[in-house]
């Protein structure tokens, strides 16, 4: 079984900063891709950045500039720093990852933890 655990989200003051971490674990083969996506109450969930296994990464614009995604080597574990934070960023953000397992491709997600930006 695969299992990504997020942590590091909370209550934070527009402006502030707040860094997610995000590590997988059980059997897996190769790590391909990991991403932060999040959803707000009422909206549906968006993509916040990607990071691929050669390195390469994507962000929402609306966050370019503010977040950084990066990881360790093998995208065991990946990180979102996130500075600047604005009220709009207020969401869950769950981790994903796309990889190769025993069995196949798959698509895995965290069970998301919540970011409150408010005064």
């Known amino acids: 079984q695969v299992q990504l655990v997020e942590s590091g989200g909370g209550l934070v003051q527009p402006g502030g900063s707040l860094r997610l971490s995000c590590a997988t674990s059980?059997?897996?083969?190769?790590?391909?891709?990991m991403g932060w996506y999040r959803q707000a109450p009422g909206k549906q969930r968006e993509l916040v950045a990607t990071?691929?296994?050669?390195?390469?990464?994507n962000y929402a614009d609306s966050v370019k500039g503010r977040f950084t995604i990066s990881s360790d080597a093998t995208l065991n574990t990946v990180y979102l720093q996130m500075n600047s934070l604005k009220p709009e960023d207020t969401a869950v953000y769950y981790c994903?990852?796309?990889?190769?397992?025993?069995?196949?491709?798959?698509?895995?997600w965290g069970q998301g933890t919540q970011v409150t930006v408010s005064s």
């Open positions: 994903n990852a796309d990889l190769e397992r025993p069995g196949g491709l798959y698509d895995y």
């Open positions: 059980g059997s897996i083969f190769t790590i391909y891709a």
């Open positions: 990071i691929t296994s050669g390195g390469s990464t």
